[in-house]
Antibody
Framework: EVQLLESGGGLVQPGGSLRLSCTAS????????MTWVRQAPGEGLEWVST????????YYVDSVKGRFTISRDNSKNTLYLQMNSLSAEDTAVYYC???????????????WGQGTLVTVSS | QLTQSPSSLSASVGDSVTITCRAS??????LAWYQQKPGKAPKLLIY???TLQSGVPSRFSGSGSGTDFSLTISSLQPEDFATYYC?????????FGQGTRLEIK
């Protein structure tokens, strides 16, 4: 059974930092691209960042470029999102997801974690 | 950019409903549909515009390519009342539609 378990969310002051983790099991983590998606309270889904299976390729939505860093440790089956210079606009539930992608093959976010809430407030 | 419509929809158990998703430029068939229930993570329903994810009931179907796509749910069941999102995976940023909230009439 595939499981994705996020952790690291919480309350942080504006300008602060937080690191989210996503621990994966039930599939070959090192072969899978991974992604972060967030959802502000009462709002829709927003893709945040993607990392290739090897970690050599990373991609970000413009609003987090230069502030967020996605990374992974394939030896620990863990995905990370380092978030710096946080603002109220970053308040959201953050989901990690397994991203199926490759060449001209179908692409989709196959499995999702349960999410972790990040609240940026003074 | 993806434009999803309607933003909300009321229907009864047993009805058939269709949600549409329009891309501002061609995205081939790189479109997925997700279902989200309150307080839960999204769940993949359909990928490649029309391929049903394993375990998803056959009353869900998707169609389209290029810029115009649709999700149809036939014979609505009580567990289908949720919010639905389309997503394009053709190019970065991997945008989602605004969502369609499906409510019980």
């Amino acid at each position: 059974e595939v499981q994705l378990l996020e952790s690291g969310g919480g309350l942080v002051q504006p300008g602060g930092s937080l690191r989210l983790s996503c621990t994966a099991s039930g599939f070959t983590f090192s072969s899978s691209a991974m992604t972060w998606v967030r959802q502000a309270p009462g709002e829709g889904l927003e893709w945040v960042s993607t990392i290739t299976n090897s970690g050599t390729g990373t991609y970000y939505v413009d609003s987090v470029k230069g502030r967020f860093t996605i990374s992974r440790d394939n030896s620990k089956n863990t995905l990370y999102l380092q978030m710096n210079s946080l603002s109220a606009e970053d308040t959201a539930v953050y989901y990690c997801a397994k991203y199926v992608v490759g060449g001209n093959s179908p692409r989709y976010f196959e499995y999702w974690g349960q999410g972790t809430l990040v609240t940026v407030s003074s | 950019q993806l434009t999803q419509s309607p933003s909300s929809l009321s229907a009864s158990v047993g009805d058939s409903v269709t949600i549409t998703c329009r891309a501002s430029q061609g995205i081939s068939s790189y479109l997925a549909w997700y279902q989200q229930k309150p307080g839960k993570a999204p769940k993949l329903l359909i990928y490649a515009a029309s391929t049903l994810q394993s375990g998803v009931p056959s009353r869900f179907s998707g169609s389209g390519s290029g810029t115009d796509f649709s999700l149809t749910i036939s014979s609505l069941q009580p567990e289908d009342f949720a919010t639905y999102y389309c997503q394009q995976l053709n190019s970065s940023p991997l945008t989602f539609g605004q969502g369609t909230r499906l409510e019980i009439k």
